[in-house]
């Protein structure tokens, strides 16, 4: 099955600084790569995804870019803020019967100081 | 309603009762997911539904873990004979026909005594 590796686990940065969060998976087969948000309890929120026909995407200050040959993603937040403080996680997701199944990664608690 | 709800929020008991999670998709959403997350782990996969489809039961971790979903709606996740183990918040998803991102509840936070 798939497997999904989450580099950093922990990130701290200053107001202002750019983060990055990298990922990398196992299945050659994965073509949807979302990563969420999860703030202190609360679900997991969906803040960008990307599809394996697109090698980069933006919203704002955030971007994903997708490398398929090497099978790693990262996720890319400028200009940091407090509230961007919180627990980030990316995920994969092939087709066909694993349609809609994600395989998460660990996590990794990103924390900006003013 | 505006976004997934999942009851109850908490629940505590005991080692060896049975318990049962309660999670009310977003209307319209086709698909709903369950997955566990233990302390300061990931997001375990459990069970999936789409449509009328059988389930893709595949993450279960054992016999004592069971869900259905009723009507094309609400799903209900049981836990036979609880254990230690279990302990952990429990999450549930939705998704819309043909959309593969997931909108999430705030989970059951679940612990076994």
């Known amino acids: 099955g798939e497997n999904v590796e989450q580099h950093p686990s922990t990130l701290s940065v200053q107001e202002g600084d750019s983060a990055v969060i990298k990922c990398t998976y196992s299945?050659?087969?994965?073509?949807?790569f979302p990563w969420y948000k999860q703030e202190l309890g609360k679900g997991p929120q969906l803040i960008i995804d990307i599809r394996s026909n697109v090698g980069e995407k933006k919203d704002q200050r955030i971007a994903v870019t997708l490398n398929k040959t090497a099978k790693h993603f990262s996720l890319h937040i400028t200009e940091t803020q407090p509230e961007d403080s919180a627990v980030y996680f990316c995920a994969a997701s092939a087709g066909g019967t694993s349609y809609g199944k994600l395989t998460f990664g660990q996590g990794t608690i990103l924390t900006v100081h003013p | 309603g505006a976004g997934v709800s999942q009851s109850p929020s908490n629940k505590v008991t005991e080692k060896g009762k049975d318990v049962e999670l309660r999670c009310d998709p977003i209307s319209g959403h086709t698909a709903l997911y369950w997955y566990r997350q233990s302390l300061g782990q990931g997001l375990e996969f459990l069970i999936y539904f789409q449509g009328n489809s059988a389930p893709d039961k595949s993450g279960l971790p054992s016999d004592r873990f069971s869900a259905e979903r009723t009507g094309g709606s609400v799903s209900t996740l049981t836990i036979q004979r609880t254990q230690q183990e279990d302990s952990a918040v429990y999450l549930c998803?939705?998704?819309?026909?043909?959309?593969?991102?997931?909108?999430f509840g705030s989970g059951t936070r679940l612990t076994v005594v």
């Open positions: 299945d050659s087969a994965s073509n949807y």
């Open positions: 998803a939705s998704s819309p026909p043909g959309r593969r991102g997931y909108t």
